[in-house]
């Protein structure tokens, strides 16, 4: 268990006190530790999500424990994960705190009577000091006070519950390829081997237990894909129609790309600047046997890459803050600061305003985000139709969706849809 415990502190650590991104440190922690089993992979995925999803809940209860703060990164991020665990794992208490204080010897040899004494004593005022914790809004709903406060801002009392939803374990959604099967004929399937899943969605099923995906049935054959539902819509609010020609913008890593060739016949080119992801793309396609131009570019210069033939459907799935996904995503609650999202919001108007061009008079395009900040999604949309009197916002008939928000839930995750149309 040391072990597992050093290496989450060491990743945790990187996050909050270098910025860097959680998903790329885990990574790289992961090859280094190429030896893990299974088992030891999945305790230290769930020791670096678990203490940055409810890290300044932790952070609080640390410094209510200390006498003196401790400043040193690895130190502290040791009894970050170690307090974790003694409240959000069945792990033994004292085995916990026995081999955190055997780990402290790989940081600091000196602190093992430290490490012993703050988490006996956590365990001894366990109670007294989470209803302490409660008592703060950041440390009551484990977010920054600025976020906490657009929430209410923005949502009243619903605030509580997206709040809250962000930090439960995210759901395994299966999209399952409309060219092979049906959501209901692979739920069966499912069932034979004993998977229990719920239709969520045409395409989407929600694993009871999630589950590695080389276990899914006929997986790498392409039949079954991963992808949340709330992002399973674009494809559908997007009406395509075969023989269209469309234009996914930020397209990688090419889930929704590759739902619309699974739903139509169509000529898709998908999009990115980024082109390591767009191996993910080329990758996705060739296991679900579906075809498309991929092209490497920046959707806000269209003149570096397009052909100058207009698209019939244009899906721009822009850069954002990606808050409405921050279960999937714990460390966003830490890396954004309030300054991102008007960053985002240029950047996102800087965007449409380019693609716009490429539409065909009577087309469509549909605007996406997976954040639930109004300034990314209602004010750029506000903004960008006061600008073009040539654009129609559509009607969008989605349950739970209000003004194109879905808020995150046990079915889905937070996503913003907006469909406009190009008057002729």
């Known amino acids: ?107 600091n040899g000196a602190a093992g009577g430290l490490v012993n004494a703050v988490l006996r004593n956590f365990l001894r005022k366990q109670q007294a000091l989470l209803d302490a914790a409660d008592r703060r809004e950041e440390s009551h709903y484990a977010y920054p006070q600025w976020w906490i406060d657009a929430m209410k801002m923005q949502y009243g009392k619903q605030a509580d519950a997206i709040l809250l939803a962000g930090n439960r374990h995210p759901p395994m959604t299966l999209r399952v390829n409309a060219r092979q099967s049906t959501a209901s004929e692979y739920q069966q399937v499912l069932a034979s081997q004993d998977f229990a899943a719920h239709i969520v969605a045409p395409d989407a099923l929600v694993l009871e237990r999630p589950v590695a995906v080389e276990r899914l049935p006929e997986f790498a054959a ?43 016949n169509i000529e898709l080119h998908a999009l990115d600047k980024d082109e390591q992801r767009l191996q993910r793309v080329r990758e996705n396609m060739t296991r679900l046997h579906l075809e498309a131009r991929v092209i490497c570019g920046d959707a806000a210069s269209p003149r570096d890459w397009w052909d100058g033939k207009p698209y019939q459907r244009i899906l721009a799935d822009v850069p954002c803050s990606a808050s409405g996904v921050v279960r999937r995503h714990p460390d966003i609650k830490w890396l954004r600061k309030p300054g991102d999202i008007d960053a985002f919001a240029l950047q996102q108007e800087q965007i449409l305003e380019a693609l716009w061009p490429l539409l065909e008079r009577g087309g469509k395009l549909l605007y996406a985000t997976c954040s639930v900040f109004e300034r990314e999604n209602r004010e750029v949309i506000a903004a960008f139709l006061k600008r073009h009197e040539e654009a129609a916002r559509l009607e969008l008939s989605v349950p739970g969706m209000m003004d194109g928000q879905l808020l995150p839930n046990d079915e889905h995750d937070g996503f913003f849809y907006a469909l406009l149309q190009k008057q002729p």
């Open 1 to 107: 268990m040391q072990r597992i415990q050093l290496e989450a502190a060491k990743v945790v650590s990187k996050v909050v006190r270098e910025g860097r991104n959680l998903t790329e440190v885990l990574k790289e922690s992961l090859r280094r530790q190429a030896n893990l089993t299974p088992q030891e992979r999945g305790a230290l995925q769930d020791l670096c999500y678990g203490t940055l999803r409810y890290y300044s809940r932790l952070t609080f209860i640390l410094d209510s424990l200390l006498e003196r703060p401790v400043r040193e990164s690895p130190l502290r991020c040791l009894l970050l994960v170690a307090l974790y665990q003694l409240q959000h794992t069945r792990a033994g208490q004292h085995a916990i705190v026995d081999q955190a204080v055997r780990a402290t010897k790989n940081v």
């Open 222 to 264: 392409g039949r079954v894909s991963v992808q949340d539902a709330g992002a399973q819509f674009a494809a559908r609010l997007l009406e395509v129609q075969d023989g269209m020609r469309v234009l996914d913008a930020c397209a990688a890593p090419g889930g929704k790309s590759a739902h619309l060739l699974e739903l139509r």
